[in-house]
């Protein structure tokens, strides 16, 4: 069965810090992505990846930055985090060879103050 | 670019009421159609789909359908159950770009009281 691990799944960080979400999946898949959850706003894409080593802007990549050191590993950092970067993230993944479905992760809860 | 927009903000239900969500999409593609379910402290998982090509798709005494006259979708269930509590989204496949890019509806939260 699909599964996408995300680390830490909750985390206060302070204004200015820096931040760095984690997500490993063991399906083998080519693609990866990070989205943000708020309320009212559904799901909105951040950064995706279909390659290691390369990454790719989504709808709302201001704030962010993403790596993929290795086809398993997605990271989402946030040099320095603010108030609106408040929100659920979410990572998923999916093979990219004709099938739509998105695997995701359980989310992390990350609050900024 | 793709578009879809979810208005059900909330619904609240009995038990065996029928479910009734509908979304509203545009865009230039053949579109491919997602309703994703999420429950309480989870990620959304795909609950169905539906394309052009068979306009209908069922799981779990789930129902979706999609109307190209009206660029809608939607998604029923004759009875629902408390356990069908959750969050539906429904999401709009992008092929336009490199791998399956999803724009997704705003979600409709779904409260059955038993």
């Known amino acids: 069965e699909a599964a996408v691990t995300q680390s830490p799944r909750s985390k206060v960080a302070v204004t200015g810090g820096k931040v760095t979400l984690s997500c490993h999946q063991t399906n083998n898949h080519d693609y990866m992505y990070w989205y943000r959850q708020d309320t009212g706003h559904g799901l909105r894409l951040i950064h995706y990846s279909y390659v290691a080593d390369s990454t790719e802007k989504g709808d709302i990549p201001d704030g962010y930055k993403a790596s993929r050191p290795s086809q398993e590993n997605f990271s989402l950092i946030l040099e320095l985090a603010s108030l609106s970067q408040t929100a659920v993230y979410f990572c998923a993944s999916s093979d990219g060879t004709g099938r739509e479905e998105q695997y995701f992760g359980p989310g992390t809860r990350l609050t900024v103050l | ?114």
């Open chain 2, 1 to 114: 670019g793709d578009s879809v927009t979810q208005k059900q903000g909330q619904v609240t239900l009995s038990e065996d009421d029928f479910l009734f969500i509908n979304c509203t999409y545009s865009t230039t593609t053949y579109p491919t159609l997602l309703w994703y379910v999420q429950y309480p402290g989870q990620g959304p998982q795909l609950l169905l789909k539906v394309t052009t090509a068979n306009n209908k798709g069922i799981s779990r005494g789930f129902e979706a359908t999609y109307d190209k006259g009206t660029t809608s979708f939607h998604l029923q269930k004759a009875s629902v159950q408390e356990s069908d509590s959750a969050v539906y989204f429904c999401a709009l496949v992008d092929r336009r770009n490199m791998g399956y890019k999803l724009t997704f509806g705003t979600g409709t939260s779904l409260l059955v009281d038993p």
